[in-house]
């Protein structure tokens, strides 16, 4: 059940909206289901002779009143809204439910308390099976203001009860960091300009992608004015610094006049306070070189990174604020991919930005190193090709990683944006790492080699020997041992340095890990296999697929 508190300053629009067709003719039989006094509130959808300018009167009596006494001023904002509904899925609830739940709402947000017969008039219409529209003037009968800070949260928390007792989908209880949703008014406007997404989410996703990439504000606002879009800063009067921004597009106009979102009203984390915060955590230092091995780099710096999330004994804000790292570095890696792989980066990259905040303040300067790496790949010297197995496979297991530790601390909404980037990152890792494997196996050393090997896994590792084993990578990975002994490696070393990678408990697929980890850096025929694989390697991730290995032209380097 959702509700959405707005304020507004127009009671007999309003009104129009909720008796009338709909804006995309959706609304049946509109007609009050609940309000401050049934038979003295009159319903323009059940009874012929009431109006719209009746029922605005009467709810405005107080406002009206209150008005006078300012010398014909009304209070701003003084039209209260706050549509309730039900989630999909859910049963269609009856009016006498839905006039339960709305003076539950009323009384939960400060409107009307229960027994306060001073408190503000409201109805409760319905005009479609699936929700509610509450609608209050905010002037009580004794003249005062009622008491609705934080009226949404207390919406929502009440709605958390309802649908509890009413036996209806339970949604995920949030915590006010969440980034404000597109209107209806949005979506309709989106929807007849033929585009998929809103002004909004779309102003969102790119700010996000620029913040990731930026090293300071200067460069924040050339990224975003480089993609098209319109910057305006706010100027304090004394100092002369920007104090606030807001963004917009040419093709997004009301009146003839640009329609702009403000930075915080984008996401809490794009506020130019939270910017700088994130900004000031980094030295704001040019790149003098270009990164010889930005992906190997990439890849350490998620170990490290998964190491502080991971931690049991870790500090919360280190956490969040490599959390929110992981989410700048998901952003800059999808500009850096092939093109294949772009769409479903960027889409992990987009439903983790929900992970990026929590009530835990985030300490950037923890993941410093991380968006850094994940800056660097754009300006490394390997080409757009060059997407590092190991660093997808690690994009995978940090992004579990930082569900859990949201799971831990009850933050649902962000769990389940991590989980669902987690998903998309799995699905496109196993998608790249299918052929490899496959051959790989194909190549799988003799009977009694196997069993050579399994003999040093066991001494090696002897607590995750049996994990190992069980994994369908196993003869993979001795096709890996297999190469890096012919590479004058001991298997017993490279197993040990890879297994110090990073530790295999939490790893759905050991044997993978260790294949992706292996060193073989000084491996001639090991370097050769990477010039002509499908998928390029970091010598640092055991690049193993065989030089017979057809690349398309289009996967090639130089291309």
């Known amino acids: 059940m959702v509700p959405d508190v707005s304020t507004g300053s127009d009671s007999r629009g309003l009104i129009a909206y909720l008796f009338g067709p709909g804006r995309r003719d959706e609304h049946t039989n509109p007609h009050i289901v609940a309000a401050w006094d049934m038979a003295g509130a009159p319903d ?29 001023k009304k209070p701003p904002q003084h039209v209260w809204h706050c549509p309730v509904r039900t989630a999909p899925g859910d049963r269609y609830l009856t009016d006498a439910e839905w006039a339960e739940v709305a003076r539950r709402v009323v009384h939960a947000t400060g409107i009307a308390p229960e027994g306060d017969e001073k408190a503000c008039r409201w109805i409760a219409v319905r005009h479609a099976d699936d929700h509610i ?15 609705t800070h934080r009226g949404g949260q207390r919406a929502q928390a009440e709605c958390r009860k309802i649908e509890k007792e009413m036996g209806l989908r339970q949604l995920m209880k949030g915590d006010g960091t969440a980034p404000k949703t597109p209107t209806g008014a949005e979506r309709a406007k989106a929807e007849r300009q033929g585009r998929a997404v809103t002004t909004r989410a779309w102003l969102r996703e790119q700010a996000h992608t620029a913040a990731a990439a930026s090293r300071n504000e200067e460069d924040y606002f050339s990224i975003l004015t480089d993609l098209g879009i319109t910057v305006h800063t706010r100027i304090g009067p004394e100092t002369g610094d ?11 106009t009301a009146a003839g006049e640009p329609v702009k979102f ?9 506020s130019i306070h939270r910017l700088r915060e994130r900004f000031t955590s980094q030295p704001d230092a040019p790149l003098t070189a270009p990164p010889a091995h930005p992906w190997r780099q990439a890849e350490r710096s998620l170990r490290i990174a998964h190491a502080a999330i991971t931690d049991p004994n870790g500090d919360v804000h280190r956490a969040q604020g490599e959390i929110a790292a992981f989410g700048d570095f998901l952003h800059t890696s999808a500009l850096h991919v092939p093109h294949p792989l772009r769409a479903e980066i960027q889409a992990a990259a987009s439903a983790f930005n929900r992970a990026n905040r929590s009530m835990i303040r985030a300490d950037h300067r923890a993941g410093y190193a991380l968006r850094k790496a994940g800056q660097e790949l754009l300006y490394g010297t390997n080409s757009a090709g060059d997407f590092v197995i190991a660093v997808l496979a690690a994009t995978v297991h940090l992004a579990l990683a930082a569900s859990h530790w949201h799971e831990q601390r009850e933050h649902h909404q962000q769990a389940a944006a991590a989980q669902q980037a987690h998903a998309r990152l799995r699905s496109t890792y196993e998608a790249q790492a299918a052929p490899i494997l496959s051959e790989l ?9 196997v069993a050579r090997y399994e003999g040093v896994l066991r001494a090696t590792l002897p607590a995750q020997a049996e994990r190992i084993l069980a994994d369908p990578a196993w003869p993979a990975l001795t096709t890996a041992l297999r190469r890096a002994e012919a590479g004058s490696y001991s298997p017993a070393s490279v197993l040990t340095a890879a297994a110090e990678g990073r530790e295999l408990d939490t790893a759905d697929h050991p044997a993978q890990v ?5 060193d073989n850096a000084s491996n001639r025929r090991l370097a050769a296999a990477k010039a002509s694989s499908t998928m390029a390697i970091e010598p640092s991730t055991l690049a193993v697929v065989p030089a017979d290995t057809k690349v398309p032209p289009s996967r090639r380097r130089g291309r």
């Open 262 to 270: 403000g930075g915080s009203k984008l996401s809490p984390d794009l």
């Open 133 to 147: 529209h509450i609608m209050a003037t905010t002037v009580r009968a004794d003249g005062r203001i009622p008491r």
């Open 441 to 449: 196996i194909r190549r799988t050393p003799p009977t009694e080699t």
């Open 514 to 518: 260790l294949i992706w980890r292996l």
């Open 242 to 252: 920007v104090i606030g921004y807001s963004l917009s597009t040419s093709g997004d």
């Open 44 to 72: 323009p959808g059940r009874d012929p002779a009431a109006t719209y300018s009746q029922l605005a009167r009467r709810l405005d009596h107080h406002v009206d009143l209150r008005t006078r006494e300012l010398g014909g």
